[in-house]
C-alpha cells in the first residue's frame, strides 16, 4: 500500500511535464503545424519583398487541451499521548506520502473518444476517506460518470460498555474498510430518448471485536472478521418531451454476508467473580454467518404538464427481497445455564432461515397553479410491505449428566406495514416580497408481526400510527440584501409504534441572509425540536435546540484579506422512564448537553516583491460541552503557501487535536500533524 501510495504522488510529477512538450509526429493538431511550415516556401533572394502570408490563428496556439492542478507532499504525525484508539475513532490521520487532491480536464480537439474528461481525486495516502471521480463525456452520444470512495471505519472508544473489566477488552470495536464504487452511462443525451446502464458495490471488510453472551451470567468479547458486499445493477430508459417526462428502470440487488468470529484463547469475560463456586471461561469460540440475498425491482417515474397551471407527478416501486441464513455457533470451556443452574463444557447451535418481502411503494402529486399568486400542492405516498419467513434452531450442550440433549425448535416469522402519508400545502405570494406556506399533513398506518415471548400474550404483536401535522412557513425580502426564512411544524399523534417516536411534537426554524457589502455577508440559524410522550411509564420529554452564526467577510475578492468565521450553540435535554435489572423498578433515565462549537480562519497574503504573493492562513475549531458527558475539543491549525511561479507553489500546515474527557480521563488524547508539500498546475 505504501509503494502504491508513493507512485500516486509521483505520478504527476512524471505526468504533466510530459503531457505538456510536443508530441511525436503523426498524434496531434501541433503535427499539422509543423506539416504547414515545412510546406512553406524558402525565403525570397536578397532584395525582393517576401510574399504576404495568412495572419496565424492564435487561437490554435494557445488552446490548452490540459488543464488542472496536483497537491503532493508529506504529513508527518507526532507521538500521540493519551488514548491511541480514541484518536483513531475522531481523526485517524496517519503519517505517509500524500496525494492530497488531483483535478484536471482533457479536452480533445479532434473529439475522437470524448469531448471532455473531468477526472478528480483527494486523500489517497494517509487520509480514512479517499475519493475519486470520473466524467466524460462526447455530445449527443454518451455522458459516462465514476464515483469510487474508501472510508477507513475505525471506533474502539474505551468508555463503551465494560471499559474497566479486569480482561481489558472493549466489547465493541471496528476496524474495516467501506468501500463504494457506482458508474452509470447515459447514451443519447439531450434527445428525446435516453436509455441508460448504471451499477453501483457497496463492501465492507476488516477486524472487530463484538459480545457473545453466556445467557445472562457472563459476556466475552471475541475477535471478529466483518465481510459483507452489496451489487445493485439497473438500466432503463427516460422519455424526455415538452409537456411530460419518463424514467422506466428495472434492476437487481445481491447481498452476501460472510461474518465469522473465532476465539482459542483462554477468556474470563467481563465476570470475573466466582459461580457458585466455580469461575466461568471461554478457551475456544467459533461462530459464523452464511447470509445470501436478492431482489428485482421496478420502477416508473411521471410527470407531466398536460396545462399551463397543472403540473401531475407519479411513482411506482415494486420489489420482492429473498434472503437465505445459515448460522453456526460453538462454545468450549466452563459455562453455565442459568435456567437448570448446571454447568457445561460446551455450547453448540445451528440455524437455518429464509425469508421474502414483497414491497410495493407509490406516491402521486399535483401542483395547481391556477391563480397567478397561488400555489397548491398535493402529495399522497403508501408503502406497503409483509414479511413471510421461517427458521429452524438446532441446541445442544455438552458435559454434565444433567444438561438436556440436543433441542431443535422451527419459528415462522411474520411481518406485515403499511404506511400511508398525505400531504396538502398552499404557497401564496402575498407581495413581490413576502410569500406565506401554509399546510397539513396526516400519516397513519399498522403493522402485526410474529410476537415474542417477552412482549406479550398471544401469537402476533400489533400496533397503530396516527398522526396529524400542522405546517406553516414564510419566506421575507424586505430588500435584496436580506432574506428570512421560517418553518414550523407541531404535531399529535394517537398512536405510535416506539416509545422515543415522534409524538406530540413541535419543530422550528429559522434561516437568515443578510449580504450588507459585495464582500461582507451574515447568515444566522435557529432550529428547535420538542417531543412529549405523555404515556403512563414512557413519559418522554425530549428538547433540542441549536442557533448558529457565520460571518463571511472577503475584502476585494480577498485578494490580502479574509475572514470566516461561525458560532454554534447547541443543548439536548431528554428525560424517559425505563426499568432496571433484575426486579424491573422503574426509573428516570436523563441525558444533558450543553454545547459550544467555533470555528474561524483568517488569510493574509504577505507583503511581497512581486506577482507572487505568499499568504497565511490562521485559525481552528473547538467544541466544549458540559452536562452528562462534558467534553472539550480543540483543533487549531496553521497555514502558508509560497509560490515559486505561477504554476508552482509550496504549501504546509500545521495542527494539533486536543480532546479530553472530565468522566473518562483515560479517553482523552493529544497531536500534531504537519503537512508539507508542492502545488501545481496548468
Same mark, same amino acid.
Given at each position: 500500500?505504501?509503494?502504491?501510495?508513493?507512485?500516486?504522488?509521483?505520478?504527476?510529477?512524471?505526468? #504533466?511535464?510530459?503531457?505538456?512538450?510536443?508530441?511525436?509526429?503523426?498524434?496531434?493538431?501541433?503535427?499539422? &503545424? %509543423?506539416? #504547414?511550415?515545412?510546406?512553406?516556401?524558402?525565403?525570397?533572394?536578397? =532584395?525582393?519583398?517576401?510574399?504576404?502570408?495568412?495572419?496565424?490563428?492564435?487561437?490554435?496556439?494557445? /488552446?490548452?487541451?490540459?488543464?488542472?492542478?496536483?497537491?503532493?507532499?508529506?504529513?508527518?504525525?507526532?507521538?500521540?499521548?493519551?488514548?491511541? +484508539?480514541?484518536?483513531?475513532?475522531? $481523526?485517524?490521520?496517519? @503519517?505517509?506520502?500524500?496525494?492530497?487532491?488531483?483535478?484536471?480536464?482533457? &479536452?480533445?480537439?479532434?473529439?475522437?473518444?470524448?469531448?471532455?474528461?473531468?477526472?478528480?481525486?483527494?486523500?489517497?495516502?494517509?487520509?480514512?476517506?479517499?475519493?475519486?471521480?470520473?466524467?466524460?463525456?462526447?455530445?449527443?452520444?454518451?455522458?459516462?460518470?465514476?464515483?469510487?470512495?474508501?472510508?477507513?471505519?475505525?471506533?474502539?472508544?474505551?468508555?463503551?460498555?465494560?471499559?474497566?473489566?479486569?480482561? =481489558?477488552?472493549?466489547?465493541?470495536?471496528?476496524?474495516?474498510?467501506?468501500?463504494?464504487?457506482?458508474?452509470?452511462?447515459?447514451?443519447?443525451?439531450?434527445?428525446?430518448?435516453?436509455?441508460?446502464?448504471?451499477?453501483?458495490?457497496?463492501?465492507?471488510?476488516?477486524?472487530?471485536?463484538?459480545?457473545?453472551?453466556?445467557?445472562?451470567?457472563?459476556?466475552?468479547?471475541?475477535?471478529?472478521?466483518?465481510?459483507?458486499?452489496?451489487?445493485?445493477?439497473?438500466?432503463?430508459?427516460?422519455?424526455?418531451?415538452?409537456?411530460?417526462?419518463?424514467?422506466?428502470?428495472?434492476?437487481?440487488?445481491?447481498?452476501?454476508?460472510?461474518?465469522?468470529?473465532?476465539?482459542?484463547?483462554?477468556?474470563?469475560?467481563?465476570?470475573?467473580?466466582?459461580?457458585?463456586?466455580?469461575? *466461568?471461561?471461554?478457551?475456544?469460540?467459533? &461462530?459464523?454467518?452464511?447470509?445470501?440475498?436478492?431482489?428485482?425491482?421496478?420502477?416508473?417515474?411521471?410527470?407531466?404538464?398536460?396545462?399551463?397551471?397543472?403540473?401531475?407527478?407519479?411513482?411506482?416501486?415494486?420489489?420482492? +427481497?429473498?434472503?437465505?441464513?445459515?448460522?453456526?455457533?460453538?462454545?468450549?470451556?466452563?459455562?453455565?445455564?442459568?435456567?437448570?443452574?448446571?454447568?457445561?463444557?460446551?455450547?453448540?447451535?445451528?440455524?437455518?432461515?429464509?425469508?421474502?418481502?414483497?414491497?410495493?411503494?407509490?406516491?402521486?402529486?399535483? /401542483?395547481?397553479?391556477?391563480?397567478?399568486?397561488?400555489?397548491?400542492?398535493?402529495?399522497?405516498?403508501?408503502?406497503?410491505?409483509?414479511?413471510?419467513?421461517?427458521?429452524?434452531?438446532?441446541?445442544?450442550?455438552?458435559?454434565?449428566?444433567?444438561?438436556?440433549?440436543?433441542?431443535?425448535?422451527?419459528?415462522?416469522?411474520?411481518?406485515? $406495514?403499511?404506511?400511508?402519508?398525505?400531504? #396538502? !400545502?398552499?404557497?401564496?405570494?402575498?407581495?413581490?416580497?413576502?410569500?406565506?406556506?401554509?399546510?397539513?399533513?396526516?400519516?397513519?398506518? !399498522?403493522?402485526?408481526?410474529?410476537?415474542?415471548?417477552?412482549? %406479550?400474550?398471544?401469537?402476533?404483536?400489533?400496533?397503530?400510527?396516527?398522526?396529524?401535522?400542522?405546517?406553516?412557513?414564510?419566506?421575507?425580502?424586505?430588500?435584496?440584501?436580506?432574506?428570512?426564512?421560517?418553518?414550523?411544524?407541531?404535531?399529535?399523534?394517537?398512536?405510535?409504534?416506539?416509545?422515543?417516536?415522534?409524538?406530540?411534537? @413541535?419543530?422550528?426554524?429559522?434561516?437568515?441572509?443578510?449580504?450588507?457589502? +459585495?464582500?461582507?455577508?451574515?447568515?444566522?440559524?435557529?432550529?428547535?425540536?420538542?417531543?412529549?410522550?405523555?404515556?403512563?411509564?414512557?413519559?418522554?420529554?425530549?428538547?433540542?435546540?441549536?442557533?448558529?452564526?457565520?460571518?463571511?467577510?472577503?475584502?476585494?475578492?480577498?485578494?490580502?484579506?479574509?475572514?470566516?468565521?461561525?458560532? !454554534?450553540?447547541?443543548?439536548?435535554?431528554?428525560?424517559?422512564?425505563?426499568?432496571?435489572?433484575?426486579?424491573?423498578?422503574?426509573?428516570?433515565?436523563?441525558?444533558?448537553?450543553?454545547?459550544?462549537?467555533?470555528?474561524?480562519?483568517?488569510?493574509?497574503?504577505?507583503?511581497?516583491?512581486? /506577482?507572487?504573493?505568499?499568504?497565511?492562513?490562521?485559525?481552528?475549531?473547538?467544541?466544549?460541552?458540559?452536562?452528562?458527558?462534558?467534553?472539550?475539543?480543540?483543533?487549531?491549525?496553521?497555514?502558508?503557501?509560497?509560490?515559486?511561479?505561477?504554476?508552482?507553489?509550496?504549501?504546509?500546515?500545521?495542527?494539533?487535536?486536543?480532546?479530553?474527557?472530565?468522566?473518562? *480521563?483515560?479517553?482523552?488524547?493529544?497531536?500534531?500533524?504537519?503537512?508539507?508539500?508542492?502545488?501545481?498546475?496548468?
Amino acid at each position: 500500500m505504501k509503494s502504491l501510495t508513493q507512485l500516486l504522488c509521483l505520478a504527476p510529477l512524471l505526468v #504533466l511535464p510530459v503531457l505538456s512538450e510536443p508530441r511525436p509526429s503523426g498524434s496531434g493538431p501541433d503535427d499539422e &503545424q %509543423q506539416l #504547414l511550415a515545412r510546406q512553406q516556401p524558402a525565403a525570397p533572394p536578397a =532584395g525582393q519583398q517576401p510574399a504576404a502570408q495568412p495572419a496565424a490563428n492564435p487561437a490554435s496556439s494557445t /488552446e490548452q487541451w490540459l488543464t488542472g492542478s496536483v497537491d503532493f507532499g508529506f504529513r508527518w504525525v507526532s507521538a500521540i499521548s493519551g488514548s491511541v +484508539p480514541t484518536y483513531r475513532s475522531a $481523526v485517524d490521520l496517519r @503519517q505517509d506520502f500524500e496525494l492530497f487532491g488531483l483535478d484536471f480536464t482533457i &479536452q480533445d480537439p479532434r473529439k475522437r473518444w470524448f469531448d471532455r474528461l473531468d477526472a478528480r481525486a483527494y486523500g489517497w495516502g494517509g487520509e480514512p476517506y479517499n475519493t475519486a471521480h470520473v466524467d466524460a463525456a462526447k455530445s449527443g452520444i454518451y455522458d459516462f460518470t465514476f464515483d469510487y470512495r474508501n472510508i477507513a471505519y475505525f471506533n474502539a472508544l474505551p468508555s463503551f460498555a465494560t471499559p474497566l473489566s479486569a480482561a =481489558g477488552f472493549n466489547q465493541q470495536s471496528f476496524d474495516t474498510r467501506q468501500r463504494m464504487l457506482g458508474a452509470e452511462l447515459d447514451l443519447f443525451p439531450g434527445k428525446r430518448i435516453i436509455p441508460y446502464l448504471a451499477f453501483d458495490r457497496n463492501s465492507q471488510y476488516g477486524h472487530g471485536v463484538v459480545t457473545w453472551a453466556d445467557g445472562a451470567s457472563n459476556q466475552y468479547p471475541v475477535p471478529v472478521l466483518f465481510r459483507d458486499a452489496v451489487y445493485n445493477y439497473r438500466g432503463g430508459v427516460r422519455f424526455e418531451y415538452d409537456r411530460f417526462h419518463v424514467t422506466l428502470e428495472q434492476g437487481g440487488t445481491t447481498f452476501k454476508n460472510d461474518d465469522a468470529a473465532t476465539d482459542n484463547v483462554l477468556n474470563f469475560g467481563d465476570n470475573t467473580n466466582k459461580v457458585l463456586g466455580q469461575q *466461568l471461561f471461554l478457551n475456544n469460540f467459533n &461462530q459464523g454467518y452464511a447470509v445470501r440475498g436478492d431482489a428485482i425491482y421496478s420502477r416508473a417515474l411521471v410527470t407531466a404538464t398536460p396545462l399551463s397551471w397543472l403540473t401531475l407527478t407519479g411513482q411506482f416501486l415494486y420489489s420482492q +427481497p429473498h434472503v437465505d441464513v445459515a448460522y453456526n455457533n460453538s462454545a468450549a470451556g466452563n459455562l453455565i445455564l442459568i435456567s437448570p443452574l448446571l454447568f457445561s463444557t460446551g455450547q453448540t447451535e445451528l440455524a437455518t432461515g429464509a425469508a421474502k418481502q414483497p414491497h410495493v411503494t407509490s406516491s402521486v402529486g399535483a /401542483e395547481i397553479r391556477w391563480f397567478r399568486r397561488l400555489r397548491i400542492v398535493e402529495n399522497f405516498l403508501t408503502d406497503r410491505f409483509h414479511d413471510a419467513a421461517v427458521g429452524f434452531l438446532l441446541t445442544g450442550d455438552t458435559g454434565s449428566p444433567s444438561v438436556t440433549s440436543p433441542q431443535n425448535s422451527s419459528q415462522p416469522g411474520y411481518q406485515v $406495514v403499511n404506511y400511508n402519508q398525505n400531504q #396538502l !400545502d398552499a404557497i401564496y405570494d402575498l407581495t413581490n416580497r413576502i410569500t406565506l406556506r401554509g399546510g397539513y399533513r396526516h400519516v397513519w398506518g !399498522d403493522a402485526t408481526m410474529t410476537a415474542s415471548d417477552l412482549s %406479550q400474550t398471544g401469537p402476533f404483536a400489533t400496533g397503530q400510527l396516527s398522526r396529524d401535522v400542522a405546517l406553516a412557513g414564510a419566506t421575507f425580502r424586505p430588500w435584496e440584501k436580506l432574506r428570512v426564512n421560517i418553518d414550523y411544524e407541531g404535531a399529535s399523534s394517537d398512536d405510535v409504534y416506539f416509545r422515543t417516536s415522534l409524538n406530540d411534537y @413541535q419543530k422550528a426554524r429559522a434561516r437568515a441572509q443578510f449580504q450588507a457589502t +459585495p464582500s461582507f455577508a451574515i447568515s444566522a440559524n435557529f432550529r428547535i425540536l420538542n417531543n412529549r410522550n405523555p404515556a403512563a411509564g414512557v413519559n418522554l420529554d425530549f428538547l433540542g435546540r441549536d442557533s448558529s452564526l457565520a460571518v463571511n467577510w472577503t475584502p476585494d475578492n480577498g485578494k490580502r484579506f479574509s475572514f470566516v468565521g461561525e458560532y !454554534d450553540r447547541a443543548t439536548v435535554r431528554s428525560d424517559i422512564i425505563y426499568r432496571t435489572v433484575p426486579f424491573l423498578t422503574p426509573a428516570i433515565s436523563s441525558y444533558r448537553d450543553n454545547a459550544h462549537i467555533a470555528s474561524a480562519t483568517i488569510n493574509l497574503a504577505l507583503p511581497a516583491y512581486s /506577482e507572487l504573493t505568499p499568504t497565511v492562513a490562521v485559525g481552528g475549531s473547538l467544541f466544549i460541552s458540559s452536562g452528562s458527558r462534558p467534553t472539550a475539543y480543540y483543533q487549531p491549525l496553521s497555514r502558508l503557501s509560497i509560490p515559486f511561479n505561477k504554476r508552482v507553489s509550496w504549501r504546509t500546515e500545521w495542527r494539533w487535536y486536543g480532546l479530553g474527557e472530565a468522566f473518562y *480521563l483515560y479517553e482523552g488524547f493529544r497531536a500534531h500533524t504537519l503537512t508539507t508539500g508542492l502545488h501545481l498546475t496548468r
